[in-house]
């Protein structure tokens, strides 16, 4: 008679620092583990502390406080299947990315990480001692091999593993979602078991953390490729993978393969996961934004009542001389449309002071954009005070191409807690909007339907902090910059590459000169949710003191 085993994969969502909590969710699934007869419970990587958690984890305190709860989860899980979580550890001056197996009442495997990302968000160099290739261990009939996420991205590990024994390959991560990730995870795992000839068990986390999304998706590999079970991607899903002994080794029992949505919603789903762990994860549980009848103040509120529900939104409408009225009507329309609260604050009596303080000093210059950005600040003064007097977090709405070329006021609109669009180019903000108005989805708290009005959609941008501003004005048309700043930014491409794509050398210059004056502006914004692999914050690094340019 062939051998079984089950094995539980908790796909979960941890928060960073809630130890306690973290381990009472690894004891809960660890429970349906037992419950199922699983015969190992399996959490992913770093799961008891939260993951990233950056120089954190270099406090004495903070690591001795994780080592015991770990001695005490093992001591609460001694009684029923071994349990997989992962979490630091540390062996005299190193600290290592370890992965726990806890079984009766100890730790009885400690597998620790030897491939250490240090690219895009990770430093993990900085924080961890890289270790030598780890073995297999066995639980029950089963002898598994573990590479920690980076580790499975390398040949090196997985064939060590499987050279020394293991039978079955269970990878545990913290792989945050950039656009198009899956696949590249995909891929990759696909070429270890075609290496080593192993099945192979892909377990993420979800949630959010900061700018990052995990975006779960774990699953599972047999011999030759082929996908045995596939979990749903953001969801919470506790799943049991029974594998059989045959005569070729140990194979993955076919389960359920969940249908991944396309980009444009797992987007959207990312800019709604990441404030809502954001909010709740900080202690937030309402916002307030400007809502200006633009179309990014009109995506903003969207994706905040989808992610909180409307009756948690405040939008404000703060209108000068300069506001016109069918920017009053669309924002009046798009909170109408939504559900969410809109008040109306006039800015006129605040910068008639602000202009009658200032006039002294500014007498004899030429009025400009110092007298433009006055209005912008005063709208960051009332919101700001808005958030502190009602305890709602204030939410900035400029999008990747305003935030790349500073075509936004510091201390003005910049202003606030959160910036869910902040890796979102202008065109793509188009493109969401008409996406969100076609598509509503059950994790989805605001209503169904056109919730963003067309003539919001359509209208050309405008600051509208002077007669008859249009953003065209100033920027090349957005088809344009989002093209050059795709390039500059997210391909690290030089001058002379655009120029010989088709792109005028003059706006190709201005643009570059605008991204690096404006790296101190970014240096000072409000995070925002991660959709690309070149996100401004961790992913691009740039200095704020800058005189190089490309000369080519």
């Not at 040949?155 to 293991?166: K, L």
């Not at 007097?389 to 999008?399: I, R, S, W, Y």
Request: glycine letters at 10%; proline letters at 6%.
């Amino acid at each position: 008679m062939s051998s079984k085993f089950r094995l539980t994969l908790a796909q979960l969502n941890p928060t960073l620092g809630a130890l306690s909590a973290n381990a009472a969710k690894a004891k809960a699934a660890w429970k349906d583990g037992r419950k199922a007869g699983a015969g190992l419970v399996a959490l992913p990587e770093m799961f008891l502390t939260g993951y990233q958690t950056q120089d954190l984890i270099m406090k004495p305190a903070f690591e001795a406080d994780v080592a015991a709860h770990l001695a005490d989860l093992a001591a609460e899980c001694a009684d029923g299947p071994a349990l997989g979580i992962g979490g630091p550890w540390r062996e005299g001056a190193r600290l290592y990315n370890a992965y726990h197996i806890l079984q009766g009442g100890q730790t009885v495997a400690r597998i620790l990480k030897h491939h250490l990302p240090n690219d895009g968000v990770f430093d993990e160099v900085r924080l961890y001692t890289s270790s030598e290739i780890h073995g297999p261990y066995r639980i029950g009939p089963l002898r598994i091999g573990s590479p920690i996420c980076e580790d499975s991205w390398y040949p090196d590990v997985a064939e060590a593993q499987a050279e020394s024994g293991a039978e079955v390959l269970l990878v545990p991560n913290g792989s945050p979602y950039h656009r198009g990730k899956f696949d590249l995870r995909m891929n990759l795992m696909v070429s270890r078991v075609v290496e080593t000839g192993l099945p192979l068990v892909y377990l993420n986390m979800v949630g959010g953390q900061d700018d990052q999304v995990f975006d779960g998706g774990s699953f599972v590999l047999n011999p030759g490729g082929k996908l045995a079970m596939k979990m749903p991607v953001f969801d919470e899903v506790i799943a049991h993978v029974d594998f059989e002994e045959t005569d070729d080794g140990w194979r993955a029992v076919a389960g359920e393969k969940a249908v991944h949505p396309d980009d444009w919603e797992q987007d959207y789903r990312v800019m709604v996961e990441a404030l809502r762990d954001y909010l709740g994860k900080t202690g937030f549980s309402k916002v307030v934004l400007g809502l200006s009848g633009g179309i990014d103040s009109a995506i903003v509120a969207t994706i905040a009542s989808d992610a909180i529900g409307p009756e948690n939104v405040r939008c404000v409408m703060l209108p000068s001389e300069y506001t016109s009225q069918h920017s009053l009507e669309d924002a009046a329309d798009v909170a109408k449309r939504l559900g969410t609260r809109l008040d109306t604050v006039p800015i006129g009596g605040a910068r008639s002071a602000v202009t009658e303080a200032l006039a002294p000093l500014f007498e004899g210059t030429e009025e400009g954009v110092a007298e433009e950005n006055i209005q912008s600040r005063l709208r960051g003064v009332m919101l700001m005070a808005l958030s502190n007097k009602f305890g709602e977090m204030l939410l900035t709405t400029g999008n990747k191409s305003e935030v790349a070329v500073g075509y936004a006021t510091i201390y003005g609109d910049m202003a606030g807690g959160y910036n869910p669009i902040k890796d979102l180019y202008k065109m793509r903000v188009f493109q969401t909007c008409r996406w969100r108005n076609q598509n509503h989805r059950p994790w989805m708290k605001a209503p169904e339907g056109e919730v963003i009005p067309p003539r919001v959609i359509d209208k050309p941008p405008s600051a509208e902090l002077r007669a008859d501003q249009k953003d065209e004005d100033s920027l090349p048309p957005y088809e344009a910059l989002d093209a050059i700043l795709e390039g500059l930014v997210d391909r690290e491409e030089s001058v002379a590459d655009l120029v010989a794509a088709g792109f005028e050398r003059e706006t190709v210059k201005k643009i570059e000169h605008l991204l690096y004056i404006s790296e101190y502006k970014r240096f000072q914004s409000a995070p925002g949710a991660r959709l690309t692999s070149r996100a401004f914050w961790l992913d691009r690094r740039y200095p704020i003191v800058n005189r190089w340019r490309d000369p080519s």
